[in-house]
């Protein structure tokens, strides 16, 4: 049985090349932020945020309550929806971990990105379709423009 082509996650550059500036800047400890966007499929912005982790900011991020209430907020604002989170693996691969998995809530979309002494590299999205569900990678592109309909 085919599992048929991934979900496509669609991202303008302005807002890939924020989160490549971001998790340059963070480096080595985990960048962290809220992925914006007018429909679950297009990525329109990014909002940096702190990573809070005191214990391992390295291999480890956490986003404070009060921060995700603000993005929440900052979205409504711009007329968009919070559509996910995005995080660094400063020295490892872009792709989610099980602590990863274990905070990853169905509904919303992570994009990962590896970052190798400090020069950002791949990213990758992924969801979770069910509460019990492992990750799975969706397709992400990088568009110039909006598609005609």
């Given at each position: 049985?085919?599992?048929?082509?991934?979900?496509?996650?669609?991202?303008?550059?302005?807002?890939?090349?924020a989160?490549?500036?971001?998790?340059?800047?963070?480096?080595?400890?985990?960048?962290?932020g809220?992925?914006?966007?007018p429909?679950?499929?297009?990525?329109?912005?990014?909002?940096?945020?702190?990573n809070?982790?005191?214990?391992?900011?390295?291999?480890?991020?956490?986003?404070?309550?009060?921060?995700?209430?603000?993005?929440?907020?900052?979205?409504?604002?711009?007329?968009?929806k919070?559509?996910?989170?995005?995080?660094?693996?400063?020295?490892?691969?872009?792709?989610?971990?099980?602590?990863?998995?274990?905070?990853?809530?169905?509904?919303?979309?992570?994009?990962?990105?590896g970052?190798?002494?400090?020069?950002?590299g791949?990213?990758?999205?992924w969801?979770?379709p069910?509460?019990?569900?492992?990750?799975?990678?969706?397709?992400?592109?990088?568009?110039?423009?909006?598609?005609?309909?």
């Amino acid at each position: 049985m085919s599992a048929g082509p991934r979900p496509l996650v669609r991202m303008a550059p302005v807002a890939a090349e924020a989160i490549r500036t971001e998790a340059a800047r963070t480096y080595p400890a985990e960048g962290c932020g809220a992925l914006l966007g007018p429909d679950e499929a297009v990525v329109s912005e990014i909002l940096p945020l702190d990573n809070t982790d005191t214990s391992s900011p390295r291999t480890r991020f956490t986003v404070s309550p009060l921060d995700y209430l603000a993005a929440e907020d900052s979205a409504d604002a711009r007329g968009l929806k919070l559509l996910g989170f995005w995080h660094s693996h400063p020295d490892h691969p872009a792709r989610p971990s099980p602590t990863d998995r274990a905070y990853a809530w169905p509904g919303l979309l992570t994009l990962v990105i590896g970052v190798e002494r400090g020069s950002p590299g791949e990213m990758t999205a992924w969801d979770v379709p069910g509460q019990e569900e492992p990750f799975r990678q969706l397709d992400l592109e990088i568009v110039l423009r909006k598609e005609p309909t």
